[in-house]
């Protein structure tokens, strides 16, 4: 639960004129600086190779560079157009110190909107929509050794549409989003909300309590009960009896609605049939054991 909204803060902004028929001293404006240091730029060649068309994102890690972008292929840089190209669609990984190819490349009909780095910097994961790396099948997320540039073939989950987001947590847990609805083959088959009742002498119920689905948008930084999101009117799992303090309690969900949603984030809300509300430890308080847990069964598809 939130405590008590927060205050907020208005800035008064007076403005002072002289009075009429006074003149006032005008000063001399200030020569214009720049904002950033500025870049050098230089029409010398340069070693790193040339893609034939756009790139439109750059990751780096542990000196290996990832290309994402609308490009066929890659050339040394000089190439007459035509000649020396090697194919690579839309998706490459350089050498950022000599800027040649380090031997990664997608094939088939590639698009690459979601790259991302371990925090150790020791695997690049790239996400997107392909479904081949150098020859050899790959669908939608990969990952690239960067000490050897190299793409690692022990790590292939499938997805089956287009991975478009990609996040790697402080642990190695990778997050991904996207149009897909199965992984390695499996989909969503059961859906169960996990709380713990607070060691608070009020906080169990006797009113029955029902998740329904978050419509509003909201933070964790700055929802408060009277800021409080709009609910969905239909009930995905009900729960009476939840009379007990300090207990784990489980709703079972309809699996349909969350599963139409693996591809966003997802909200849900507790809410009381009457006037007597259930008190559980939220995401921020308390050990982590006790914080609401969604868990997800998935079965072959």
Same mark, same amino acid.
Request: no cysteine.
């Given at each position: 639960?939130?405590?008590?909204?927060?205050?907020?803060?208005?800035?008064?902004?007076?403005?002072?004129?002289?009075?009429?028929?006074?003149?006032?001293?005008?000063?001399? /404006?200030? =020569?214009?600086?720049?904002?950033?240091?500025? &870049?050098?730029?230089? /029409?010398?060649? %340069?070693?790193?190779?040339?893609?034939?068309? +756009?790139?439109?994102?750059?990751?780096?890690?542990?000196?290996?560079?990832?290309?994402?972008?609308?490009?066929?292929? &890659?050339?040394?840089?000089?190439?007459?157009?035509?000649?020396?190209?090697?194919?690579? #669609?839309?998706?490459?990984?350089?050498?950022?110190?000599?800027?040649?190819?380090?031997?990664?490349?997608?094939?088939?009909?590639?698009?690459?909107?979601?790259?991302?780095?371990?925090? $150790?910097? @020791?695997?690049?994961?790239?996400?997107?929509?392909?479904?081949?790396?150098?020859?050899?099948?790959?669908?939608?997320?990969?990952?690239?050794?960067?000490?050897? !540039?190299?793409?690692?073939?022990?790590?292939?989950?499938?997805?089956?549409?287009?991975? !478009?987001?990609?996040? &790697?947590?402080?642990?190695?847990?990778?997050?991904?989003?996207?149009?897909? !609805?199965?992984?390695?083959? %499996?989909?969503?088959?059961?859906?169960?909300?996990?709380?713990?009742?607070?060691?608070? =002498?009020? /906080?169990? *119920?006797?009113?029955?309590?029902?998740?329904?689905?978050?419509?509003?948008?909201?933070? $964790? @930084?700055?929802?408060?009960?009277?800021?409080?999101?709009?609910?969905?009117? *239909?009930?995905?799992?009900? +729960?009476?009896?939840?009379? /007990?303090?300090?207990?784990?309690?489980? #709703?079972?969900?309809?699996?349909?609605?969350?599963?139409?949603?693996?591809?966003?984030?997802?909200?849900?809300?507790?809410?009381? @049939?009457?006037? $007597?509300?259930?008190?559980?430890?939220?995401?921020?308080?308390?050990?982590?054991?006790? !914080?609401? %847990?969604?868990?997800?069964?998935?079965?072959?598809?």
């Amino acid at each position: 639960m939130k405590g008590p909204g927060r205050r907020g803060r208005i800035a008064t902004v007076a403005a002072l004129a002289p009075a009429a028929g006074v003149l006032a001293p005008v000063a001399a /404006a200030p =020569p214009a600086t720049a904002l950033t240091e500025p &870049v050098g730029f230089t /029409a010398d060649r %340069q070693p790193a190779h040339q893609t034939i068309g +756009i790139v439109w994102s750059l990751t780096e890690a542990n000196g290996a560079v990832h290309a994402g972008g609308t490009f066929s292929s &890659v050339r040394p840089a000089g190439t007459p157009a035509g000649g020396g190209s090697t194919p690579a #669609v839309n998706s490459a990984v350089f050498d950022a110190e000599t800027g040649a190819p380090a031997g990664t490349r997608s094939s088939g009909t590639a698009t690459v909107p979601a790259p991302a780095v371990s925090p $150790d910097e @020791s695997t690049l994961y790239v996400g997107g929509y392909f479904n081949a790396v150098n020859g050899t099948s790959a669908d939608g997320l990969v990952t690239v050794d960067t000490a050897t !540039r190299t793409w690692r073939a022990g790590f292939s989950p499938n997805p089956s549409a287009t991975v !478009r987001a990609l996040d &790697v947590a402080s642990n190695g847990t990778v997050h991904t989003g996207g149009d897909f !609805r199965s992984v390695n083959g %499996q989909v969503l088959e059961a859906a169960r909300i996990r709380f713990r009742t607070s060691s608070d =002498p009020t /906080a169990g *119920s006797t009113d029955s309590h029902s998740v329904v689905p978050v419509t509003g948008a909201w933070t $964790d @930084s700055t929802v408060t009960y009277s800021s409080r999101p709009a609910l969905a009117v *239909s009930v995905l799992g009900t +729960i009476t009896g939840a009379t /007990a303090v300090s207990t784990d309690h489980s #709703v079972e969900l309809s699996a349909p609605a969350p599963g139409g949603a693996l591809r966003s984030s997802y909200s849900l809300a507790l809410t009381s @049939s009457g006037t $007597d509300s259930l008190r559980v430890w939220s995401g921020e308080a308390g050990p982590a054991a006790s !914080r609401p %847990q969604l868990v997800l069964t998935f079965g072959a598809e």
